[in-house]
């Protein structure tokens, strides 16, 4: 049985890690892994331009080391290219990604955390914390919106 372990990174710096089934789906018994036999994807989201204008690149690891396994996938995303060339990605898998990056990046956490629910990619006591992580980030929000309207009708 394959699983994934797949690593999201925003520039280069992980950011969000998710362990999968070969169904894609959360594995909720994470004891019953074969470490041995895992398969790590390395999500990088670029942000800067690159110099080749590529939307999504597969495989190309840009360091000096070089990876003695076959079992890391590294596939970068531009996500400056995938917002304005996203009806010219022909492959349905590159356009899921596109769609991930798109709810990551640009959408409410409450967005991402639905999306995260519905396509169950993480188990459910890692999505319990991250509901009450998004509360938390809501409520101290509020308290940060308020001191601004009460800053601002200072002056």
């Known amino acids: 049985m394959k699983n994934y372990y797949v690593i ?13 089934n ?21 999500l990088d ?4 331009r690159l110099k080749n204008n590529k939307t999504i690149e597969k495989g190309s690891v840009t360091y000096q080391n070089k990876i003695l396994t076959k079992r890391i996938i590294y ?7 995938a917002h304005m060339q996203e009806k010219r990605v022909k492959k349905r898998s590159y356009q ?3 769609e991930f990056s798109e709810i990551l990046f640009q959408k409410e956490p409450r967005d991402f955390f639905e999306y995260i629910k519905s396509h169950k990619l993480m188990n459910m006591h890692d999505l319990k ?9 809501e409520n101290e929000q509020k308290i940060l919106d308020s001191w601004k309207n009460v800053c601002s009708k200072k002056k």
Do not use: H
Request: with cysteine.
């Open 45 to 48: 989201f670029k942000t800067e």
């Open 129 to 137: 914390n991250l509901k009450k992580a998004l509360e938390n980030m």
């Open 75 to 81: 596939i970068r995303i531009n996500i400056y290219n």
């Open 22 to 42: 070969q169904n894609y789906k959360a594995l909720e018994d994470v004891k019953t892994i074969n470490w041995g036999e895992i398969k790590y994807i390395i």
């Open 96 to 98: 899921k990604l596109i």
């Open 8 to 20: 999201n990174c925003f520039d280069g710096v992980p950011i969000l890690e998710f362990i999968l």
